[in-house]
């Protein structure tokens, strides 16, 4: 579409992405990203990949926080969590019937699932120890096999994006494919980078639906 801008990112294939607010969405779907993710988990890599499921919230904040809006000019890969992004995305696709929305937990479950093929290790960072408990019980509860490396919650009281020295020597040790970050954002998206940065593996910001995916898969 002339006057429209885009570029493509390598997620798995090169597929075309599109400019909302100035951040750059992957043009995908549920299935499409779930696919990829998992590709990319299952394949040997020594470096961080960061995976942003972003909504209207997030490009908002983007238009009034320079630093955050950074975060997405960084490698990675930005999924429309939400059907008014998903919209504005097919808008200035090129291939519009390519774009659905990446519903947050929807995307978490089906990678935990399909993930098992690959025996993919899952490692989660949340708020709180009851909510990453639930979540690890009713996913191994519904998803037989599913191999989760670890969890760790930063402590009361801490400042910043949760990623301390303690949390960053624990997923090294644990080693997983794939690190669900349940945080506040724009926390979460900070935590993202800045573990990718340090460490090999999928890190998704996946929000504080932590809750909200651990009754979905019960």
Same mark, same amino acid.
């Given at each position: ?113 399909? +993930?098992? /093929?690959?025996?993919? @290790?899952? &490692? ?7 909510? $990453?408990?639930?979540?690890?019980? *009713? ?42 970050? +349940?945080? /506040?954002?724009?926390? @979460?998206? &900070? ?7 340090? $460490?090999?593996?999928?890190?998704? *910001? ?13």
């Amino acid at each position: 579409k002339e006057g429209i801008d885009f570029k493509e990112i390598d997620l798995c294939n090169v597929r075309e992405s599109v400019l909302i607010g100035g951040l750059p969405f992957e043009v995908t779907d549920l299935d499409t990203a779930v696919r990829d993710v998992v590709t990319i988990a299952a394949g040997s890599s020594d470096q961080g990949v960061v995976v942003r499921l972003s909504d209207a919230s997030c490009v908002t904040r983007a238009s009034q926080d320079h630093e955050y809006r950074e975060l997405f000019a960084r490698p990675g890969v930005t999924l429309p969590d939400g059907a008014p992004v998903a919209w504005a995305m097919r808008v200035r696709a090129r291939f519009p019937r390519q774009g659905a929305p990446v519903r947050g937990p929807s995307f978490v479950v089906e990678v935990l699932d399909h +993930g098992r /093929d690959d025996d993919l @290790r899952h &490692f989660v960072i949340g708020g709180n120890e009851d909510t $990453l408990t639930k979540f690890v019980d *009713d996913a191994t509860i519904r998803y037989p096999g599913v191999n989760f490396a670890g969890t760790y919650a930063p402590p009361s009281g801490a400042t910043g994006n949760g990623v301390n020295h303690d949390c960053v020597e624990r997923i090294a040790e644990a080693n997983p494919d794939i690190v669900w970050i +349940g945080l /506040d954002s724009p926390e @979460r998206e &900070f935590a993202a980078a800045a573990l990718a940065e340090r $460490l090999p593996g999928v890190f998704v *910001d996946v929000g504080v639906d932590l809750d909200v995916v651990a009754g979905a898969v019960a």
